[in-house]
């Protein structure tokens, strides 16, 4: 079945410990996306690529690092500068003709 | 700039009965606009969209909703709700072509026995 797959699904670090989410599609999709949840604020767009080896900045990309080497994959970074990380993060991607995006099933990172 | 404002932060709905949740939104091109659920701990998945069209959309799980251009909404609604149906649920934003989502924060729904 085609999707998007998030590993871990739920992760524990330690306070100044950079610490690398995974998210794999294979819907051949285009566009990959990174967002923080926090409880109350929605969803918050932290970095998206629209292509290989490109990427951009959304809202709140201070203190995390992405990279696009494969189009199927766009792992998000939590480095240390990242004042707090503990969050649930979704990963999404889209085909470009629109915006509609699908959603992985998230990874919740506590950082203790 | 573009934005969804989703008025409600909880709504409580007995059983059985109807539902109506609001979404307004402000976006200077033609807009594409979404409806998503979300269940504790899971990801969004995807209620219904209108990208032109018929205003009055139908979804899964017998959601629909309506766009009005005059009033810059798109309500969602539900004719007789279902237990199942607690969850949060996010109005989003976009156009065509690559355009990000603008999310509004979300309303979590309740359903009372």
């Known amino acids: 079945d085609g999707g998007i797959t998030q590993s871990p699904k739920y992760l524990f670090r330690k306070e100044g410990q950079n610490v690398t989410l995974s998210c794999e599609q294979n819907?051949?999709?285009?566009?990959m996306y990174w967002y923080r949840q926090d409880p109350g604020q929605g969803l918050r767009l932290i970095y998206y690529?629209?292509?290989?080896?490109?990427?951009q900045k959304g809202d709140i990309a201070e203190g995390y690092s992405v990279s696009r080497e494969k189009k199927e994959s766009f792992p998000l970074t939590v480095t240390s500068a990242q004042k707090n990380p503990t969050a649930f993060y979704l990963c999404?991607?889209?085909?470009?003709?629109?915006?509609?995006?699908?959603f992985g099933q998230g990874t919740r990172l506590t950082v203790v | 700039a573009q934005s969804v404002t989703q008025p409600d932060i909880h709504i409580t709905v007995s059983e059985g009965a109807s539902l109506e949740l609001r979404c307004n939104y402000s976006?200077?091109?033609?807009?594409?606009l979404f409806w998503y659920v979300q269940s504790p701990g899971q990801g969004l998945q995807l209620l219904l969209k209108?990208?032109?069209?018929?205003?009055l959309v139908q979804g899964i799980k017998g959601f629909e909703a309506e766009f009005k251009r005059s009033q810059s909404s798109f309500n969602l609604r539900k004719p007789s709700v279902h237990w199942s149906d607690a969850a949060e649920y996010f109005c989003?934003?976009?156009?065509?072509?690559?355009?990000?989502?603008?999310f509004g924060t979300g309303t979590r729904l309740l359903v009372s026995p």
């Open positions: 999404a991607s889209s085909e470009g003709r629109s915006s509609e995006a699908f």
């Open positions: 819907l051949n999709h285009d566009a």
């Open positions: 976006y200077g091109a033609t807009p594409y």
């Open positions: 209108y990208f032109s069209g018929d205003t």
């Open positions: 690529s629209q292509i290989v080896n490109d990427f």
């Open positions: 989003a934003v976009g156009a065509q072509g690559f355009q990000k989502l603008v």
